[in-house]
């Protein structure tokens, strides 16, 4: 079954600090993994698309990393600011059909 | 630039009763897509278009229907609501379905069936 997973479910930080989000994947065949942010009472935000030979991708703070054999990824967040407080989302894309497969997301909150 | 607008923004049904959500977007994108988010879980594919006119099931398609008579509009009706329908609706769109084109989401709606 295509499943994808995130860790933590919920994470609380000090303004400032770094935190590392995780995603583990089992899904098939893979066509690209993407990010996405997601503010309380609002629509997802595309953060990074990362395809099979990617291992890194950056959008100003935040940097994702993909590794494709063991079918993990991880959101990197550095010197997290109070606007970073939202759920992140795990997006799996497969190569056929119209299927993104879609993970429970990490809930931040950035304290000051 | 709107991007992706969603109408109503909340709205409560009872049960058996009916409703469409109006999704526009103004990208001129091809694809479009109606997802339900549920706490918990993550976003469940309900129906989508790949072009005008066109449209397909989803992942839950279940007692909702579809329609993209304009390449700009996709609506999502429910014909009689139940209490399992209550969900936060999100549409989105792109310009294509791989490679780099991420997908761009609307606000969403908030319905409640009682």
């Known amino acids: 079954k295509n499943q994808v997973e995130q860790s933590p479910q919920s994470l609380i930080i000090l303004e400032g600090k770094n935190c590392t989000l995780q995603c583990n994947y089992t899904v098939s065949p893979f066509s690209n993994l993407r990010w996405y942010k997601q503010d309380t009472g609002r629509g997802p935000v595309s953060l990074t698309i990362?395809?099979?030979?990617?291992n890194t991708k950056s959008n100003g703070r935040y940097t994702a990393t993909l590794d494709a054999d063991t079918k993990q990824s991880s959101l990197h967040i550095t010197a997290s600011q109070l606007s970073d407080s939202a759920s992140y989302i795990c997006v799996v894309s497969l190569t056929y059909g119209q299927n993104f497969v879609f993970g429970p997301g990490t809930r931040l909150s950035v304290l000051p | 630039n709107a991007g992706v607008t969603q109408t109503p923004k909340f709205r409560v049904l009872k049960t058996g009763q009916s409703m469409t959500l109006l999704c526009a977007q103004d990208?001129?994108?091809?694809?479009m897509y109606w997802y339900r988010q549920d706490p918990g879980m993550g976003l469940r594919l309900i129906h989508y278009?790949?072009?005008?006119?066109?449209?397909a099931k989803g992942e839950v398609p279940d007692g909702y229907n579809v329609s993209r008579l304009k390449k700009q509009n996709f609506l999502l009706g429910l014909e009689s609501a139940a209490p399992s329908q209550t969900s936060v609706y999100f549409c989105?769109?792109?310009?294509?379905?791989?490679?780099?084109?991420?997908?761009?989401f609307g606000n969403g709606t908030r319905l409640t069936v009682t």
């Open positions: 278009s790949v072009g005008e006119g066109t449209t």
């Open positions: 989105a769109s792109s310009y294509s379905r791989q490679g780099n084109s991420p997908l761009h």
């Open positions: 990362m395809t099979f030979s990617e």
């Open positions: 990208m001129n994108h091809e694809y």
